[in-house]
């Protein structure tokens, strides 16, 4: 079945810079997204892609999407403490409607 | 706008029992999808219920079931509790759409003993 990866962890410092990294396997999901999770909370959808594109940006935030390489990522202008989160890739899983996701990875920022 | 809320916040229970969580959705969605999120994992897909109809199922035993009523509020039921089952419960509404968001709600963290 679809498996979708992320790195564990990230650590960055206030002001610079985040990338956050994601492999898939099915090259059929139409739909690509980024979550964030704060703690204790639910899911919050930051921002999606749609498979024909290469580059969606949102304010601060940028997608690229690699269809050929199957890589996802996100990056996240001028980072700030409020970022530290969890960002999760998922994945349209196809006709069920249902959302894959990766594992997580956790952002941290550093004052 | 209400957005999509669960009960209970939190709950405990032991192996062997059974446990109800229910999901409201967000107004003017009527598809609900339920995510196991075990600790350190991300989201599961556990099911979903489109218009009161099981519309697709993951991975997921038999003892994992649910329902979607006419308001499309939907209940998660879990039998014969294990302590695997122990994680926080998402549900999700939406509007049935291909590709539309789906709205999380803040989940139910449930833990067994």
């Known amino acids: 079945g679809e498996d979708v990866e992320q790195s564990l962890f990230l650590s960055v410092r206030e002001g610079d810079s985040s990338v956050i990294n994601c492999t898939y396997t099915d090259s059929s999901s139409t739909y690509l997204y980024w979550y964030k999770q704060e703690p204790g909370a639910g899911l919050q959808l930051l921002t999606y892609i749609f498979s024909n594109m290469d580059m969606k940006q949102d304010q601060r935030l940028t997608v690229l999407l690699n269809k050929k390489d199957k890589h996802l990522s996100l990056r996240i202008a001028d980072t700030q403490t409020g970022d530290s989160a969890i960002y999760f890739c998922?994945?349209?899983?196809?006709?069920?409607?249902?959302?894959?996701f990766g594992k997580g990875t956790k952002l941290s920022v550093k004052p | 706008e209400t957005g999509v809320t669960q009960s209970p916040t939190h709950l405990i229970k032991t192996r062997g029992q059974q446990v109800t969580l229910r999901c409201s959705s967000q107004?003017?969605?009527?598809?609900v999808s339920w995510y196991q999120q075990a600790l350190g994992q991300g989201p599961q897909f556990i099911f979903q219920?489109?218009?009161?109809?099981?519309?697709g199922r993951g991975n997921f035993p038999p003892r994992f079931s649910g329902l979607q009523f006419p308001n499309y509020s939907s209940e998660l039921n879990v039998n014969a509790l294990e302590l695997d089952d122990s994680a926080l419960y998402l549900c999700?509404?939406?509007?049935?759409?291909?590709?539309?968001?789906?709205?999380f709600g803040p989940g139910t963290r449930l833990t067994v003993l």
């Open positions: 999700a509404s939406s509007t049935g759409t291909e590709g539309d968001e789906q709205f």
């Open positions: 107004s003017g969605h009527n598809t």
């Open positions: 998922a994945v349209d899983g196809g006709s069920q409607g249902n959302l894959i």
């Open positions: 219920y489109y218009r009161e109809e099981e519309n």
